[in-house]
Each structure stands twice: as C-alpha cells, then as structure tokens.
C-alpha cells in the first residue's frame, strides 16, 4: 500500500510531536530557577510602558518576553510554572515545523526528505537544553520563531509581494529585535535564502526585495542604542576571546564528531581544550564542506553555513569567553543552519544515480546524529529533574517554618552537572541560584517573602553523582556557629547515594535559660537531655532531642544515636555533632537549649533507639545519669521502643 505525500507528511508532524514531548516534556515539571529569579524580580516591579521604554536593571533590551510573561502572569494571578515552561516547549515544536516548511519551499519538492531531516535534527540539538527547560532563556526560542515566521511567510508571498503574507513577514521583522538583539538579522538570513534559492535574484535584486526588512532591523538597532540599559560595553578587540569563542561555536557546529575531542583532549598529546576541537572539529567541517561542494550542493553548503556564522556572529564577537560557554543557548538560532548542514547526506544521495541503498544509508546516518542528541538532552533531562526535587524539598522545608525569622540553608546546590562531560569545552551542568539568591528562589515558586540565607560547610560535603557547587560563602566550624545562633531554622541539604535531601536540622530554641528541672539525662553534670521524641514522616523516621547546656562544655563531644532491633542488635545509627553535624557542643554557651533533629531511614519494623555523648578524641562515653542519678547501663539513654509500620505511622 503507497502512502501518499501529505499522509506522509501527517506521520512525520505526528512523529515530530511525539519525539519533541520525549525529549522535553519534562521542563513541564520544573519549577522555576536561574535566571528566572532577576527576570521576574524585574518584572515585578515594572510597568507595560516601563518595559518597553527602559532595561535599567536588568542589563539588556529584550521587552518582547517581559510582556508575554507580565500578560501571563495576569491572566492566571501569578506565576505558573507549567504554563511558562509550556510555552518555551511549544515554541521549541513549532520552530521544528517552521524549520521543516522553510527548508521544503527552499529547496523545492525534488529533495522531499530533507526538512523533515532538518526539523529532526534542529528538535534534538543537543546545546538547545538550556533554551527549552529554562522559561527565562525563553528569548531564543522566541525570536527564533519570529524570525522563522517571516521567512516563511515571505516565500509564501514569492508571487505577490504586495500582499497579506508579505505584511505580515514584514510586520515580524519589525517585532523580531524586541524579542532579541539577533532579530535585527532577519534581513540578512533573508537575502541568504533569496541567494540561494532556485530562483535567480540579482544582488540588486535582493536588495530591492529586502529593503523593508533591512528597515526593519535599522529601527530595531536604533531603538536598542537608544533604549538604557546596564549592559556592559562590548569587547571585540579582545583577540583570545574572539578565538576562544570561535572554537566553542565550532563546536557547536560540528557536534556530531565534537566528543571525539574530550577524547584527543584527556589522550595526554599535550592540546588543551580548545587545541583538541580544532583538531578534530575543523577538519571534518572542511571535508564536509568540501564534499558537498563536490557533490553539487553548493547552495545548500551556501546556506546551511551561511546561517550558522550569521546567527552565532553578534555572541562571537560580542561577548566574553566566561559568558559563551556558559550559554549553549546562544547557539539556538544558528542550529537551523547547524541541522541543514548535517542533513546533506539525503541531499547528496537525492542527488546520485545510487537510489535507495544510497537513501537508506543517509536516513541511517541522520537518525544516528538525532540520536545522539537525543541522549544528551535525557541525560541533561536526568540532572533537571533532581534539581526540581531538590526545590520542591528546599519551598517545603523553608515553608514548614512557622517564625518569620531568619532560615539558614547549608551546602544547598549552586550547580549540578555530570561527573563525565560530554563535549571538550563548555559547562553542560543546570545552574539553579546563587547563596543570595535563595529568599528570591522561593519567592519565585511560591510568591511568599522570606529571608533565606545559603552558606557553605565544607566538611559535611561528600562526593555525589553529580558534580555540584554549593551556594553562598564557605565557613569553617567556628565562624558557622554565630549564623546558626541568629536563624529561626536550619535546613541542609545533604548529598547521600543517588539522593539529594533537604532535612530541617534544628535551630538555638533558647538561649541564657537556667537549669531545666525536667529532663531525661544528664551527661557528667555538663548537658542535660530535655526531651525526645521519635516520629516516622513518609520514608524517614526523624528523631528530635532537645539539649540544654549546663555548664560551658570544655571537652569536643559528639552524639550517638544508635538503633536495636528486637533481638538487641544494632542494625542503624545516626552518630555525629547535633544539628547534623553542624553545631558542636563545645562552642555551646551556658543556658543554650538546641533542638537537635536526625533523620534516618528504616523499614518496616519494631526499635530501641538509645542515645548517648562521647568524647572526639578518645571515644569515651561520657557518663549518662537520669534525673535521681542513677547510672544508664552503657551510659546509653533509651527513647524507648516504636514500630514502624506502612501507613506512617508509630
């Protein structure tokens, strides 16, 4: 049975909507992070007319995506997270088709096959990760469909230049630099495709057609120079970054064979970085180019480079190397370049007297460079997701905090990336904020104020999965207990496993009190144990203490809190300094009370918990009395005995 063009066609749009929801349908789950936080923090406080008339504060005139998100936010009453992301997906689709009817009407029908091939390849380029899941990089795939919009609604209007579709091609054109600095290139990309369509135009007469679209982009250019901004004046005379961002874009351009160049890079020749790429990057570019000059594709070769270093020009030159491989997202527009040119196989074979076989093994090489892609953006998919837990734990801990003091966040992750990168140069990791950022991160999420301060404690950091930064400045033991006295909570995230865990950890619940009349143990007339309480929450059994100072505690002692099951055997244990290994007893001062919250995890199950003090050095327990001095056998006080059973309950 023969399908026909357009039932074809049918399968291919489907087969794109499907494979685009795969590969990106988790930025739907997301939350909000990065950059998100200045965008809408800005946003919050500005005007429609504010937004289009100034982007003082925010660094640069972009005001297309600040009105799409202020309407939003209007229509819903807030910031939603799915609607947003949701946004950034659909347009990502619908450039994949806009790329798909562009390629078609500019190639014409003889080579069918090959707009899909380029829509495939754009869908799942692997340096688009940021600009689809991240809702604030949601300027390039905004202007990117602007742009793509226009030159497709001009070659609708080949044949009547005067018409609706040319006033609308032009009428995007003129909207395309409100959305991003790159729109002002809509005119340039299209003389690119008059000069290398089937049709013949004489350089004049690219010019006399495109005179409205170069318009446009003056007056766009214009309005940016004019408009403030907080931008930081261009470095072009810079040599090394020019260099350095060359071969980035480079990379970029030749991704299929790029992580053959980590490869070269870490074999010991003595390259570097940005050495190996050249190495192996350059020259398949060269011989590509080369032969699908030899092959009669000159055109094509024309216009699938020919968009790629117009779109990647105003970054290259433009900004610093630091920025650029930071922000594989600039590459988003010139991947419509990027997909043609390694969609050239199909072309080539169109082309030969060789038929199917020839077809075959061009389709076989296109899925394998889609396939490739695809894997890095799952992969990348794998570290969105933990960071979304990580978020929804972080919003639900600083929420469950009922005083309106200050929270204190320790070793909460700045960054995750993969152990193993990909690529030779570039950062493939998810940023998520900054230490001073985190207040504003959970404003963001939920539209509640709260002051939140991140810090960093090195010693209870650990090699994880991921490769993670933590957020805020690095303290030592000593200089992390005045923080810890002035916040109304502490939360830490704890990295453990293939798990990343946010735990509330305790806080200073009093301090300069006099002696507690009501305790359950007193360690060597020093610290008394006020009370406990053991409680299962979901999978977690979390164990709360409450210790109260004494006398200033001049020996470094720790806790042990060890866990028996009926037979007496000691199947868990969660020893450390309290608050999670945060506070230590001997930076106590007399009269402090702390809550000391420890979490473990237990099955199904009946337990004795005992806790105790030890000393550090030596690892002497010290001795344990209850409130008419007897002795605790072991110097070991018992909680008591709980079962654990499904529902949560004890």
């Avoid at 070793?411 to 950062?427: K, S």
């Amino acid at each position: 049975m023969r399908i026909s063009r357009s039932g074809l066609a049918l399968l291919v749009a489907l087969g794109l909507i499907v494979l685009c929801g795969i590969t990106y349908g988790f930025s739907l789950r997301l939350p909000l992070f990065s950059d998100d936080i200045p965008h809408f923090r800005w946003m919050e406080g500005q005007t429609w007319l504010g937004i289009l008339i100034s982007s003082r504060g925010i660094g640069y005139y972009r005001p297309l995506p600040f009105l799409v998100w202020k309407l939003l936010r209007s229509l819903q009453g807030g910031l939603n997270a799915p609607t947003l992301h949701g946004i950034n997906l659909a347009l990502h689709l619908l450039n994949a088709f806009m790329v798909w009817g562009v390629v078609n009407r500019q190639l014409g029908k003889k080579r069918w096959g090959v707009g899909e091939a380029s829509a495939l390849l754009f869908l799942t380029y692997p340096f688009s990760y940021q600009a689809v899941p991240w809702v604030g990089a949601l300027t390039h795939p905004l202007v990117t469909a602007i742009i793509l919009g226009s030159l497709y609604l001009n070659l609708r209007a080949k044949s009547h230049p005067a018409g609706l579709w040319h006033a609308l091609s032009v009428g995007l054109a003129f909207l395309a630099p409100l959305a991003h600095e790159t729109g002002i290139l809509t005119a340039p990309l299209l003389c690119l495709l008059l000069l290398t369509g089937e049709e013949r135009y004489s350089l004049s007469g690219v010019l006399r057609r495109t005179r409205c679209y170069w318009l446009a982009g003056m007056v766009g250019l214009a309005i940016w120079l004019a408009v403030p901004k907080g931008v930081q004046p261009p470095r072009i005379w810079n040599l090394e970054a020019r260099y350095q961002n060359g071969v980035y874009l480079l990379q970029g351009l030749a991704y299929p064979v790029a992580p053959l160049a980590r490869k070269v890079w870490e074999a010991g020749w003595g390259l570097d970085d940005l050495q190996s790429v050249l190495l192996v990057c350059a020259p398949v570019v060269l011989l590509w180019g080369w032969l699908l000059a030899m092959k009669g594709q000159q055109q094509l070769l024309v216009l699938a480079s020919g968009w790629f270093l117009l779109a990647v020009a105003p970054a290259g030159l433009m900004l610093g190397f630091e920025y650029v491989i930071d922000a594989p997202r600039l590459l988003y527009l010139s991947s419509v370049g990027t997909a043609l040119f390694w969609t050239a196989p199909l072309s080539i074979w169109k082309a030969s007297r060789h038929g199917r076989l020839g077809r075959i093994a061009a389709g076989l090489a296109v899925l394998s460079i889609a396939m490739s892609g695809f894997v890095f953006i799952r992969q990348r998919a794998a570290i969105y997701e933990e960071m979304g837990r990580w978020i929804a734990q972080f919003v639900q801990g600083v929420r469950s905090v009922s005083a309106p003091g200050p929270v204190l966040c320790v070793n909460c992750p700045e960054f995750l990336a993969p152990r193993e990168p990909t690529f030779a140069v570039g950062h493939e990791g998810v940023p998520i904020c900054a230490g001073h950022q985190l207040g504003d991160l959970f404003w963001v999420n939920t539209r509640e104020e709260r002051k939140v301060t991140g810090l960093v404690f090195p010693d209870l950091q650990r090699p994880w999965k991921y490769h993670y930064g933590s957020a805020g400045e690095a303290h030592t033991w000593i200089s992390l207990q005045e923080p810890l006295r002035k916040a109304d909570a502490v939360l830490l995230t704890e990295y453990w496993g293939d798990k990343i865990a946010v735990y509330p950890v305790g806080m200073l619940a009093m301090n300069d009190a006099s002696p507690a009349d009501t305790f359950i143990a007193e360690f060597g007339s020093r610290i008394r144990l006020l009370s406990a309480e053991v409680e299962r929450e979901g999978e977690m059994v979390r164990v709360e203490l409450y210790w109260q100072a004494v006398t200033p505690v001049e020996e470094d002692m720790t806790v042990f809190l060890h866990v028996l099951d009926p037979s007496g055997r000691l199947v868990a244990q969660r020893d450390g300094y309290p608050l999670m290994g945060l506070s230590r007893p001997v930076a106590w001062r007399q009269g402090d009370i702390w809550q000391d919250l420890r979490w473990l995890r237990l099955p199904e199950g009946g337990y004795q918990f005992l806790v105790g003090l030890y000393t550090v050095e030596g690892g002497m327990r010290i001795p344990a009395t209850d409130p008419a001095g007897r002795r605790f056998p072991d110097n070991a006080v018992p909680l008591g005995e709980f079962t654990f059973i499904s529902t949560g309950g004890i």
